[in-house]
């Protein structure tokens, strides 16, 4: 069963590009990586998700070394907007029965 | 704009009543998921369904949480007796499960349950 790790908080500010690792050492062969975006009093929001090496959207990029024991989330050029808390997952790609949200990193961006 | 609805918003109760939980999912999407969230224990996957059919329920107290999909339409969560230990935010959320490939989840506003 997959686990995550993750720093509990983070500083920044704005304009400046934020990178939020995660460890996840007994991840298996067939799980992926996800992000997730928290508000308060929202629901999480999709951001990302990837398998291996790199992969970037509009909103994001994904940082995914070849052993796949951690992952780095890069936001760039981060905004006021930005302030949230972060959650990394590691989930199955098969079904969600290991899908288990770690304590996420609530990063917060100063003017 | 498709998105998942949950009604209440905001549920507030005596110990002992029970309560029950609504959830839309998005049309098409063919796995539904409860989770509960609290401060102390974060984000917790109670239950989910696909294709209506419930697949894992392990996260939930089964003496007195029950979920269920009467339609593709509607999910329910019911907790019958309540307790002030059920207090928290429970969110559903939907997603699209094809191919055997991992799919991102659309999750609903929440339902704050305050048990008094």
């Known amino acids: 069963l997959a686990k995550t790790t993750q720093p509990i908080s983070m500083d920044s500010y704005e304009g400046q590009e934020v990178n939020i690792t995660c460890s996840h050492n007994n991840i298996a062969t067939n799980d992926y990586i996800t992000w997730y975006q928290q508000f308060p009093s929202q629901g999480p929001r999709f951001i990302i998700q990837?398998?291996?090496?790199?992969v970037t959207n509009e909103v994001a990029s994904l940082f995914i070394p070849a052993d796949r024991k951690s992952s780095t989330l890069s936001l760039p050029r981060v905004s006021l907007s930005d302030t949230a808390v972060y959650y990394c997952l590691v989930a199955w790609g098969g079904g969600y029965n290991k899908l288990i949200f770690g304590a996420g990193t609530r990063l917060a961006v100063h003017p | 704009d498709a998105r998942v609805t949950q009604t209440p918003r905001d549920k507030v109760t005596e110990m002992g009543q029970e309560v029950t939980m609504r959830c839309q999912p998005i049309l098409g999407h063919n796995t539904v998921f409860w989770y509960r969230q609290t401060m102390m224990q974060g984000l917790e996957l109670l239950a989910y369904?696909?294709?209506?059919?419930?697949?894992?329920d392990s996260g939930m107290p089964k003496d007195r949480f029950s979920a269920e999909m009467p339609d593709a339409t509607l999910a329910t969560l019911k907790i019958q007796p309540s307790e002030p230990r059920d207090s928290a935010v429970y969110f559903c959320a939907s997603g699209l499960l094809a191919g055997g490939s991992y799919n991102e989840q659309f999750f609903g506003p929440g339902t704050r349950l305050t048990v008094l």
């Open positions: 369904f696909r294709n209506r059919a419930p697949l894992d």
């Open positions: 990837g398998y291996k090496t790199k």
